[in-house]
C-alpha cells in the first residue's frame, strides 16, 4: 500500500517551538503527507545526528512518496542530498522536494540529479579554491600561523614560566589551566630558544 510521508527538521529547540517547526509541517501536509507519517528531528550546536531521518529511510518501500521542504533539511550538503535522493529514487520512491521538485526514476529525473551532483562539486571547488587564496594572501602578513590558533597566549605562557621558577608542574598546572605536558613542552621550547641566541653570541 502506497504511503506519502513527510520529513522536517529544525537546528534548536527553541525553534521546535516557534513558527518554523509548525510552518514545515503544515507545507507537507498541505502537498499530501500523512500527518501521521512525519518525521521530525530537532539538534542544537555540532550535534548534527538525525535519527528520525534514519529511522524514516529504512522504513521507505518502492512506490511510497516523500515530502520534504527543502534539500538543506534531509542533508548537510548538495551532494550529500543528491546521493541520498539516487539512493531513494533508486529503490523506487518518489521524493518531492518543496522548493526544487519532484524526483523518481524517469530519465529526466536521473539527468536533473547529475546537474546537481555537477553543481555541488563546482561549489566544492570554488570554496576550495577561495580558501586556497585566502591562505595565500594571509601568509604573506606578518606573524601569520599555519594550522589552529593556539589555545593560550604568550602572555599566559610567559605567565606560566615565571610562576615554575617557584612553584611545581603541578602548582602551576592548577593556577593557569594549562596542562603539565604543554608547560613541559613550552619550557623546553623556550630553552632550546636561549640555548640557540647564546650560540650564535659566542
Given at each position: 500500500m502506497k504511503k506519502t510521508y513527510g520529513y522536517i527538521r529544525v537546528s534548536t529547540k527553541g525553534q521546535a517551538s516557534g513558527n518554523s517547526l509548525q510552518a514545515q509541517k503544515e507545507a507537507v501536509i498541505a502537498?499530501?503527507?500523512d500527518p501521521d507519517l512525519i518525521f521530525e528531528d530537532v539538534f542544537t550546536g555540532a550535534k548534527c545526528d538525525r535519527p528520525?531521518?534514519?529511522k524514516l529511510l529504512s522504513v521507505l518501500e518502492e512506490s511510497d512518496s516523500l515530502i520534504i521542504p527543502k534539500l538543506d533539511r534531509m542533508a548537510r550538503n548538495v551532494s550529500q542530498g543528491v546521493a541520498t535522493i539516487?539512493?531513494?529514487v533508486a529503490k523506487g520512491v518518489t521524493i518531492n522536494i518543496l522548493n526544487i521538485g519532484t524526483f523518481n526514476n524517469s530519465p529526466s529525473n536521473r539527468?536533473?540529479?547529475q546537474i546537481m551532483l555537477a553543481m555541488a562539486e563546482f561549489e566544492r571547488e570554488?570554496?576550495?579554491e577561495r580558501m586556497q587564496e585566502g591562505k595565500a594572501i594571509a601568509r604573506q602578513k606578518e606573524g601569520y600561523r599555519e594550522g589552529r590558533k593556539p589555545k593560550w597566549s604568550i602572555k599566559?605562557?610567559?605567565h606560566a614560566m615565571e610562576l615554575l621558577s617557584q612553584l611545581s608542574f603541578k602548582q602551576v598546572a592548577e593556577i593557569t589551566g594549562i596542562p603539565i605536558p604543554t608547560l613541559k613542552a613550552e619550557r623546553r621550547k623556550r630553552?632550546?630558544?636561549e640555548l640557540k641566541t647564546e650560540l650564535k653570541i659566542i
Open positions: 502537498h499530501g503527507a528520525e531521518l534514519n539516487e539512493e531513494l539527468f536533473q540529479l570554488l570554496i576550495r599566559q605562557y610567559s630553552k632550546d630558544a
